[in-house]
């Protein structure tokens, strides 16, 4: 049985959503080091809608000579939740949508043998969370505050059985 890992870009107020929007005077070379063994030890992917069209329209152009993830990320299987995509043309991916999604994915948990991560899709983490789906939450928090966006824990329900496994420290550079 494979287990789902969130990676997540939060800022310190909570906010996740549109990371590209600011974590990019941030990153460090050893931040990303770590998001790439991340996905270089993944079986999938799973993205929400919105990721994966932001994605898909970035990573299949991408030179693996500029960017080593791209062969991770175009070679893959990607497995997009959504209720309103009705294709997807980026090599190895599969919808995953209907009412049925969440057993769609609980089925897909346990065939799988490895790590299905996520990348973004903050609604999506969101949701595996409060059903109870989600193994592990890497929150990469970003030392500043974002006024408005996808806030990951906004509605959340308590949670008391959250553990904390590590908390690696990186060095950054803000560009602003």
């Known amino acids: 049985m494979g287990d789902i890992v969130a990676n997540t870009m939060i800022t310190l107020n909570g906010v996740a959503g549109s ?57 893959l299987p990607k497995y997009v939740v959504t209720s309103t995509l009705q294709a997807a043309d980026w090599s190895n991916t599969q919808l995953v949508s209907g009412s049925d999604g969440l057993v769609e994915l609980k089925e897909l948990k346990t065939t799988t043998q490895g790590t299905l991560s996520i990348i973004g899709s903050p609604t999506l983490v969101r949701t595996l969370t409060e059903a109870g789906m989600v193994d592990q939450l890497r929150l990469m928090v970003y030392p500043l505050v974002v006024d408005d966006g996808i806030r990951l824990f906004d509605g959340a329900r308590r949670r008391s059985s959250l553990q904390l496994t590590g908390a690696p420290s990186f060095r950054t550079v803000s560009c602003t």
């Open 19 to 75: 990371p590209e929007t600011w974590q990019f005077d941030y990153v460090s070379e050893p931040m990303m080091q770590v998001v790439a063994e991340s996905l270089h030890s993944s079986a999938g992917l799973l993205l929400g809608r919105r990721a994966y069209e932001e994605f898909a329209h970035y990573w299949p152009d991408a030179d693996p000579g500029q960017n080593p993830m791209a062969p991770a990320m175009n070679g």
